[in-house]
């Protein structure tokens, strides 16, 4: 086949959905018009700990138009069998147990939205609260390792000897804050039974999972649920798990024996949608004079809930960033009284890397060494944290082009020694680097006697693009314009793919895309080699190629014959394939799997009024091939944006007593608005990596969040001479 991906990949090729978009045509969970829909919805605790008392829900069941209210007291039993491996740290109304702030205890369903709205805010409910505590701060001393991590201590060589022999050293405690996912689409489901079977429209990062989950909650064969995800706004690790909302979603439509549509209010998403929690992580770095790292101490500590497992580690950065030969890395968890928190883009990685980076700058600082240049003293030539090689690193490259066109040479070392106008002006620089994963996915090709392909596999676009880049792939390995691709994704009824996360789509689906293709052009020339008295019946399969809308004779320019009359031949009249796709495991075991990257910062503080502004922006990155460089660079620059309201203005804020978020919404919830970013630019290191997948693809999804928010503490240092080690940066501790 053709395997030359040229036409296409590589292009900056417009969003294929784009036109759906922006027209209001693309339709999201709850945007599916149907006959009889009833409207869902959630009413939400008002305590973060203890037992509801009583319920009254006869005000809220008088209101017409209302057609039920379940909470616990008449909610059927979830799972109906037990079912030892069910996940009950949903909380679907099975008790009257509250065990964090917004969790939800009913659900009012009528006729309109404002209808069930009005009659959510009638139920009367008495609590009983316990006391809470929700403080990492004053916990540390009870971090333990997280369940089902017995152990997460991690050491290479000899700590202690590395930090005798060192001549100097950074201990440092950084702190990063809860932080919300804050996609644009909140949560929604659409769910319509139809006698046993199911059918939702979910706004989910992972339709598989979802499947699965409800599932297993009403009790059904996988197969009995259909899980639709056409279009996504956003989800960033939110949405790749099924939360209550959605479970609770199904069972009023149970009940009410409706189609009915829930959709989680801006507020109401933080409660039970996950988040990432806050984390303290004590730093020892040491070096020989010259800058050399002699020994490395990596302690993350992140809160958890109290019913059941997550854990954010940030310390697993230190064990293969930088060469140095004693490292010790450990993770543990605070168990408090808050909802479950979640993977959000780059767990662990993220707030790991804030602190690995400004250690490292604050380790420069001490040497009075440039950042840049003691990062290329501790540059690591293999994964030391496995002793593996890397299967591919521009690492050097990333530095070397964004340090360029950054003007990172005209950088003053002395902090507070650069200045535009009445601001102090400062430059600051991070690594960053995420895993290049892959999992199977399957994939579906129908040629069509119309000479167009139809290919689909049940994998998400998140909003990164994904439509567009599998439209690219297909088309040039198939040899058709985009125009004659269609490219479906989003329905469990399609061949299974994973979930869309760990940036790991492109490399993926992308590789099942090109693979099925792949099947397909060999199915056609084995049709066309047995064939007599055709232009092909004298050559091999290894001698035709697909081009130019159809097979061809790879040498002869214009030898061949189109798909629309090779398929006319075919008994079928069309050419269907199916197929799963996996990674060679043995073969990607013997390597260590990475995108890289580097951003440098520049900030302006006023020092009189402690307010930053970040005023330049630049990305490098290498992540093997970048199939579009307009959405790869898109996803860059959301990374960034990420980053700058990590480093300057997010932060999830409990209020101690009664463990309630006290900035549930927009308006408190600190973003990044268009004010606040600057010109972003972003850089693709050619690179070239031959084990990752076919397609030499690493994933751009994440790697862009990593290191920003260190780039910008290290900017403001170097403007202020101030080394603020709790995220995020506000004017009120640079004026103390
Ligand atoms: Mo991401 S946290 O893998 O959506």
Known sequence: MNSKLEKNVGKAVDRVDGRLKVTGLAKYAAEYPKDNLAHAFLVQSTISSGKIKSIDSSRAEAVTGVIAV????????????????????????????????RQNIGVVVAETLETARYAASLLQVEYSKKAVDVDLAKNLSKAKYAEGKKNSLKTRGDFQNGLASADVKIESTYVTPAEMHSMMEPHATTAEWDGNNLHIWESTQAIFNTRNKVAKAFGLAAAKVRVSTEFLGGGFGSKLECWSGTILAVLAAKMTQRPVRLALTREQTYGNTGNRPQTVQNLIYAADKKGKLTAIKHECISENCRFTDFSEDGSTVSTHLYSCPNVVTESKVVALDISKPIWMRAPGDCPGMYAVECAMDELAHTLKMD?????????????????????????????EQGAKLFGWNERKLEPSSMKYHNKLVGWGMSSAMHGAYRMEAGAKLVLKEDGSVTISSGTQDIGTGTYTIMTQIAADALGLPLEKVRFELGDTNMPEAPLSGGSMTAATAGSAVHGICHNAIEKLKEFLVQEKGTIFSDANKGELCARNEGIYLASQEGKGESYVSILKRLPEKQLLVEAKFSPDSKQLDKYSKYSFGAHFAEVMVDAELGIVRVTRFVSAISAGKIINPKTAANQIKGGVIFGIGMALTEALLRDEKTGRTINADLGEYHLPVHADIPNIEVVFVDEKDDVVNPLGVKGVGEIAVIGVAAAIANAIFHATGKRVRELPITLDKLLT
């Not at 679907?92 to 065990?99: D, G, H, M, V």
């Open 371 to 399: 950042p840049l240049e003691i990062r290329l003293l501790n540059y690591s030539e293999k994964d030391e944290s496995c002793d593996l090689p890397w299967s591919s690193k521009s690492l050097k490259q990333c530095y």
């Open 70 to 101: 379940i909470t616990y007291k008449n909610a059927p039993k979830l799972p109906p069998k037990n079912n030892a491996n069910f996940d009950d740290s949903l909380h679907l109304l099975q008790s009257n147990e509250i065990f964090h702030d």
